[in-house]
Structures are given as structure tokens and as C-alpha cells.
């Protein structure tokens, strides 16, 4: 859990950039995305520093980047996790609960259900392109690596390049400069040119990326 | 008239830390004595391909490709904002071969808010075509040549004995900076894994000649003498890491480098010209170690990316 004021709790999407002056020797910050809201702070989603225990002090730069955006109404909510953690998109997932959509979570990883609502339904990723007719909205979280696979995985033909409903990507790459130096390390290619992460994202429309 | 380069306080951001432009709102800023800019190439380059940024203990790889959309339209974009900043403002050049050094330092002459260029040698540059270079850098600009870390006494070495001699009656390369590499577009991309991973052969037919050279020193400033060249700046080492499917090579950063940049500018200063010595600093005692040494200045790098040197 990290302790911070409201306004440092980043949104569904967005990130922390958090370094310890306690450990000044770690040669780079640590983003950090919202998993859960807690009192006085939030839980943040993994990887978190291993040398960070409670009582670490931290610095803080951000929220930072650009978040999901779901449409108001949204009663049926996807979710895909395409890489090592589920957790960016449980934000998404509780606010869903609260205002009483249907939530359905496609992942071929081995999630702890312990603490998960058991209104979420959980299935592989094999399952995605035949539940899309059914979703309001997808939110994903994918490495960057993986992309150029979307359009694969979602199901979509050179001739079909759009889904049947909005959706979101949320591109976990390596944000080093936390989008203040231009590195270039978090870049991708679009359409519409070279986009990073740390500024442009972490979060754009699906349609941007294909 | 040579132009004095000012560094005050002497401290100034790694190029590739800070973006283009500097952010008139980063209070990081009020602490550097000279902003540079990220590293400009004559083509646009594209970032490299596979991974980017691997951790390891103690620090991290970059592989990165030094991507930015060329020099003319970074002077597009970035001039207004150089001219506004109250600091000195050096361009970071990445060049492959003399005629570009020429080309693109000349273009920078005449730029207004540009007071200096750090010129990036490639990483297996010979100790001839930097001399080739340098001895045609004779502008108004003073220039900071980086040295890869690896061969930099060497490669300092020929530098300093070619500008203590006189300058050579060379033919004037003229400055085709924008000519005829160019698409139909007025740019051409070069994929940036061609840098990092850069085995090429640098064009050949530099002789070294005699040349004149001089340097007065102040505490922070330089004044350049019949060649622009005015300092010395250290590149990030380079190494390796194990990736699915090989090596991935690039600059290291991190903790564990500053011991090996240390050492760098200690075999630098013998040379006499000075040197703005960078690598691996995350505490002032670092920092100040290095300008007891004698650095002129200290980049700092990847700290910056994490609220910049701790009040210690």
C-alpha cells in the first residue's frame, strides 16, 4: 500500500513515477499504477520493489500520462490481461461492481481469486474474440512486445480492423524518464507515427495502435 | 570572434535526459548551468527495435536508437524555446563522419540561443577521423567533443597533438548539409538499431595536419582558440546483455558506472583540455568529487529521471 494524499492516487491507467531517498543508489524510479483504492492512499499494482518494506519513504512525481476512459454507461465490461499482472485493471473492474454492470476478466495467467468479487467471471484468452458482441467496452493491458499481436488475439481480419465495441489499451513498457527526457524507450509505432508511453499513453484507443 | 562557454553552477544535464527543449517549469532546471538537448541527427532516425531498457544490478542498459526527427525540424520546433531559456543551450550532435560534423556544427552558427555544441563521436570512431573532425571545426561555436568512454585517452590524445599543431590548408567541404540524402519529403529515416549496434565503416581519406590551438581557462569558462574544439565530455560505457535470441548492446547507467567514469576523466585531465566528466552520479559527494578532480563540470544523467541529486 502505498500512503500518499488524494491527489497523488493515480487514475485507472495513469502512474506514479515513486523513487526512495531512503535506497538512492537504485539507479531508476518506479512507476506505479492504481490496483485498489485504500484509506489514505492506494495498493499498487506489481512489480513493486522488493527493498521498498513498510515504512520505506518515497518520493512521488505524477499522476502522469494518460488513463482509461470508458464511456458513461458501460454495462458489460472486458477486461484482458495480456502480460504479467491483471492488477492495473481492477480499478476498472470495482467501479464497474459499484454501479452494477457485468464485469468478465479473459487472461491465460493463474490469478488468486482470493479477495477478487465473485461476480467477476474469469476465462482464457481464447475467449476474447467471441465475447466481443457481447461487451460494452475492452480494456487491456498488454506489454509492448505483444503489441502487434493484438489484432490476432482480438479476433480481427485484415478486412475487419474494428471492434464491435470500444476499447483501450493500457501498453506496459519500460518507462525510464517518465516521460520528461525523450529516451525513447517506451516508444511504439502507430499509424500515426511513433508514440511513447510515458507521454502519449500509458493508455490509447485501441483504434490508434492498429 | 570565438564565443566563451559559461557553465554556472557547473552542473549540466546528460544529453538524452531532458528532451529537446528544457521545460521552463522543471524546477531541475534552476540547479543546471547549461542545458543540452537530446541527440540530433542530420536524418531522422526511428527508435531501435526489441527491448530498450534492460535492468541489471546496479544499473540499467539502454538500447534506444537515439530516435528524433532530424535536425531541421528539431530547429523547427526548438528555437523559440532555446532563445527564451536563460541558461547556455548546447546541441548534442550525432555524427557518423567529418563532412556531417562540418555540415551540421556550421547550420548551428547561425541559429540564435544555440551557445555550444557536444559533438557525439560514434563508439568506434579511429583516433584519425576524430582528428579529421576536429580540425575542421574551426566556427565561432565552442564545441565539446565527446569521447566514447571505451578509447578515450587515445582518442584525446590525437585530438590534443593535432590542435597543437597549425590548422591544415584543407578544401572547403561547404556545408550540403541538407542535400541530396534527402527523400522527396526533405527527410530521410535511418533506423536507429544501425547506431547502437553500429559495426559501419566511417568514411576514410582524413589526414591529420598541423593546426594552432589555444585555451584560456577560468573557473567555469572557456575560450576557444584558433579551433572551436573547447572541452572534452565522456559518453556512457557500452555493454551487453543476454536477451532471447543473443546480445543486446547499449549504454550503461546507474551507481556502478561512476567509478569507471571517474577514472576516465583522471586519464583526461593530463591532456589539458577540459573535461565535463559525467557518469553514474547520484549524490553530490559524487559530483564534487569529480570537479576536485578538475572536471570543469559534472552531467548528471539518469538521476535526473528520479528529482535529481539528494540534499545530502
Known amino acids: 500500500m502505498i500512503e500518499c494524499p488524494p ?60 488513463g482509461f476512459n470508458p464511456p458513461c454507461a458501460v454495462r458489460r465490461l472486458a477486461l484482458a490481461a495480456l502480460g504479467a499482472t491483471h492488477r492495473r485493471l481492477l480499478p476498472l473492474l470495482h467501479h464497474a461492481l459499484a454501479v452494477g454492470a457485468s464485469v468478465a476478466l479473459f487472461t491465460d495467467l493463474l490469478i488468486e481469486t482470493a479477495g477478487l468479487p465473485s461476480a467477476l467471471e474469469i476465462n482464457p484468452l481464447a475467449a476474447l474474440p467471441d465475447s466481443l458482441l457481447w461487451a460494452d467496452f475492452l480494456a487491456l493491458d498488454a506489454p509492448l512486445e ?60 485501441l483504434e490508434a495502435l492498429l | 570572434m570565438k564565443r566563451d562557454l559559461l557553465i554556472d553552477p557547473p552542473y549540466l544535464n546528460a544529453s538524452g535526459t531532458l528532451g529537446f ?57 526548438s528555437v523559440p524555446a532555446w532563445r527564451r531559456h536563460s541558461k547556455p543551450v548546447l546541441v ?35 583516433p584519425a577521423e576524430a582528428v579529421g573532425i576536429v580540425q575542421r571545426l574551426t566556427g565561432e561555436l565552442p564545441v565539446i567533443i565527446q569521447l566514447p568512454l571505451e578509447g578515450a585517452g587515445e582518442l584525446a590524445r ?32 535511418v533506423d536507429g538499431d544501425d547506431l547502437e549496434d553500429s559495426d559501419d565503416e566511417p568514411a576514410a581519406g582524413f589526414s591529420p595536419a598541423a593546426g594552432n590551438y589555444s585555451v584560456a581557462a577560468g573557473n567555469y569558462s572557456v575560450a576557444a582558440g584558433n579551433y572551436s574544439v573547447a572541452a572534452f565530455s565522456l559518453a556512457p560505457p557500452r555493454g551487453a546483455l543476454a536477451v532471447s535470441g543473443g546480445l543486446r548492446h547499449g549504454r550503461l547507467y546507474g551507481p556502478a558506472v561512476f567509478p569507471l567514469a571517474l577514472a576516465a576523466l583522471h586519464a583526461l585531465r593530463p591532456f589539458g583540455l577540459p573535461v565535463i566528466a559525467g557518469g553514474g552520479v547520484y549524490h553530490r559527494w559524487q559530483a564534487e568529487a569529480m570537479l576536485s578532480a578538475g572536471a570543469l563540470a559534472v552531467q548528471l544523467d539518469a538521476v535526473l529521471w528520479r528529482g535529481g541529486l539528494p540534499l545530502e
Request: glycine share 12%.
Open chain 1, 7 to 66: 491527489a497523488a492516487v493515480p487514475g485507472a491507467g495513469r502512474y506514479l513515477l515513486a523513487w526512495s531517498p531512503d535506497d538512492p543508489d537504485a539507479p531508476l524510479a518506479q512507476p506505479l499504477f492504481l490496483s485498489e483504492l485504500v484509506d489514505g492512499g492506494f495498493a499498487a499494482a506489481p512489480p513493486v520493489p522488493p527493498a521498498w518494506e513498510p515504512g520505506t519513504r518515497l518520493q512521488l512525481r505524477g499522476p502522469l500520462g494518460h
Open chain 1, 146 to 205: 505483444r503489441i502487434a499481436d493484438l489484432p490476432k488475439i482480438l479476433g480481427l481480419s485484415p478486412e475487419t480492423r474494428r471492434l464491435p465495441c470500444p476499447a483501450q489499451v493500457l501498453v506496459a513498457a519500460p518507462m525510464p524518464c517518465g516521460g520528461v527526457g525523450g529516451c525513447g524507450a517506451c516508444s511504439l509505432e502507430t499509424p500515426h507515427g511513433w508514440k511513447t508511453a510515458c507521454d502519449d499513453g500509458p493508455v490509447f484507443p
Open chain 2, 21 to 77: 527543449t528544457p521545460d521552463p517549469h522543471d524546477p531541475l532546471l534552476e540547479d543546471l548551468g547549461a542545458f543540452v538537448t537530446n541527440p540530433v541527427s542530420r536524418a531522422p532516425r526511428t527508435p531501435a527495435h526489441g527491448p530498450r531498457c534492460l535492468a541489471y544490478p546496479g544499473g540499467f542498459l539502454l538500447h534506444t536508437g537515439h530516435p528524433n526527427p532530424g535536425l531541421r525540424k528539431v530547429l523547427q520546433r
Open chain 2, 92 to 126: 548534442h550532435l550525432l555524427v557518423e563522419h567529418a563532412a556531417q560534423a562540418v555540415g551540421m556544427v556550421r547550420r548551428l552558427e547561425a541559429i540564435p540561443g544555440v551557445a555550444g555544441v557536444e559533438l557525439g563521436l560514434p563508439p568506434d570512431i579511429r
Open chain 2, 158 to 189: 590525437a585530438v590534443v597533438d593535432a590542435l597543437a599543431r597549425p590548422r591544415p590548408d584543407s578544401p572547403d567541404w561547404g556545408d550540403p548539409i541538407f542535400g541530396d540524402l534527402e527523400d522527396e519529403d526533405g527527410d530521410m529515416f
